[in-house]
């Protein structure tokens, strides 16, 4: 069985919990790699197996990842469970590949102008590093998978409406340059459910088996999107517990789709999930407490679980 | 052409603003009728077309309600737009058939623990007011139609689970009453958007035209709920401004579906809605004003809607 196989079984629903890596991007303040550890804990006791948690780069450009082997090597620690990392240059991978990281993540703009502005390279330079990046694995023989994540794949902040078709070329040109899978993420909450189905199923025709949705909760979609990318066959998603990870490009806007609220969807779906929606609205607490200045979302942790009934489909 | 194929034509969506009436139904201060009929205006002029204002209840029950004849006549001066208005006993349908009110909205619980709790009323008895009701626009030939809302039809917070085939069984007594619409309402935010996928194209195939789904987000899934519910046929859905509404069987949760949400939904999923996004976001600030301490929702409130591309369908 492959790799992506094994982290992500095609029968079942994976949830990533990208809340220590996007969810801190844009904060002024972040939790201490001890706090940190016991987000980690806290989630993965209420049965979260899937964490991205932080970016290669140097220290001085992003301070609050600058524990990102610290925490690869705290998810090592947990049962069961995988960690993530982004990489965003040929350093940046170099660097990966030295730590015993489950997942690397590079990232391909949908758009020329949106590499440009974010990346300051092409997509083509992007799609290098992902093929630079597969083939370390396969020289190495490491173990981690390469995740290529395509940004904007809904639409873009700066080149405006963004061509499927286009999105499908480049995520092909990521599995032919050795990605192991592919992702599509609404960063900017563009998108709309019925364009989130049309995508997917076209994923899934694409990559023959798992592939990510990223969905940000910006303009109120964020759970429609992930129903919907269900619907059509995504069988892992991303999210963050509290929906912590605001957007750069619409100030004072929510961030990723709230985890809490991402589980109890799939759970009425009748896709279990394994997690323990008591624990992980509880887990809260941690990033909270750690960052009293950010705003939490999530209706779950709002209203809680019903109680008169099983929810569970 | 029957009354409700005009109210809800089957080839486009029908929002129903219901703000005015459950969005009122918990809090402690309302507006004015000035600052009613303000709110009305604002939301007409922004292309909202379908209002539900009150209850015919005695003032001294429900005082925010006691001017729910002015404000019947306030959208009956309003160009195209409709009014609606709850009747729960006999006394209601009586006065409500004395205004000029376009729709007459019955309540029935899906289940008779909370019938009883609720209307002090059996589910037959409630049955009953709606055939009181239709023999009533009969014999009058009065323009009002009558809808019938089934409460409580994706779980009760008193007896649990409910059970699909009994929520259509009252929906065809309904019909066989003599309503001419019948809705059904997630009263305490239980569903989950297969479980309205379910209901709803049973009670599309039932009704062989127009129904209602009133949806509260409680627990996050309104908007997915809604998406799930147009994907299987409903052509008629309920929200209000902001989100207003809370629900008495968990404190602190949201109301009703947003309004502006659920108008971006049904654009970036095909369905013209005839709503200027920009402007019907902007009338919140009516209701805010008239109540500050209420809380308001919505995304697109907060974020802003798409600048960088077209995000209708």
Redesign the interface.
């Known amino acids: 069985m492959s790799q992506v196989a094994v982290a992500y079984p095609a029968d079942r629903v994976s949830l990533r919990e990208v809340g220590l890596r996007d969810g801190l991007q844009l904060v002024k303040n972040w939790p201490s790699t001890d706090e940190k550890r016991e987000w980690l804990a806290r989630e993965h006791a209420a049965g979260v197996r899937h964490f991205e948690v932080g970016s290669f780069l140097p220290a001085s450009r992003m301070p609050q990842f600058a524990d990102v082997r610290e925490l690869v090597d705290a998810v090592s620690r947990l049962e069961g469970a995988r960690s993530a990392a982004l990489a965003l240059n040929e350093r940046g991978v170099a660097d990966a590949f030295e730590t015993e990281v489950d997942e690397i993540v590079c990232v391909i703009s949908a758009t020329e102008e949106h590499s440009q502005a974010n990346m300051r390279r092409s997509r083509a330079e992007a799609i290098d590093l992902v093929r630079m990046a597969a083939r370390m694995r396969d020289e190495r023989g490491h173990k981690a998978i390469v995740n290529a994540g395509i940004a904007m794949a809904f639409?873009?902040?700066?080149?405006?409406?963004v061509d499927q078709a286009e999105v499908l070329r480049l995520a092909g040109a990521c599995i032919e340059a050795g990605a192991d899978i592919v992702g599509i993420a609404d960063t900017?909450?563009?998108?709309?459910?019925?364009?989130v189905a049309e995508l997917s199923a076209a994923m899934a025709r694409l990559s023959g088996g798992a592939f990510i949705v990223h969905l940000h909760?910006?303009?109120?979609?964020g759970?429609?999107n992930?129903?919907?990318a269900l619907d059509a066959g995504c069988r892992v998603l991303d999210g963050s517990l509290g929906g912590l990870g605001g957007?750069p490009f619409?100030p004072?806007?929510?961030g990723n789709v709230?985890f809490e609220?991402l589980v109890?969807?799939c759970?009425?779906?009748?896709f279990a999930t394994g997690i323990d929606l008591d624990a992980l609205a509880a887990a809260r607490s941690v990033p909270k407490h750690a960052m009293p200045e950010e705003k939490f979302y999530?209706?779950?942790a709002?209203?809680?679980?019903?109680r008169?009934?099983?929810?569970r489909?």
């Open positions: 639409g873009c902040s700066i080149a405006g409406e900017v909450g563009f998108a709309g459910p019925r364009q909760d910006t303009r109120g979609m759970i429609a992930a129903s919907a957007c619409a004072g806007a929510t709230v609220d109890f969807l759970e009425t779906k009748g999530g209706a779950i709002r209203a809680g679980l019903p008169a009934l099983d929810w489909a």
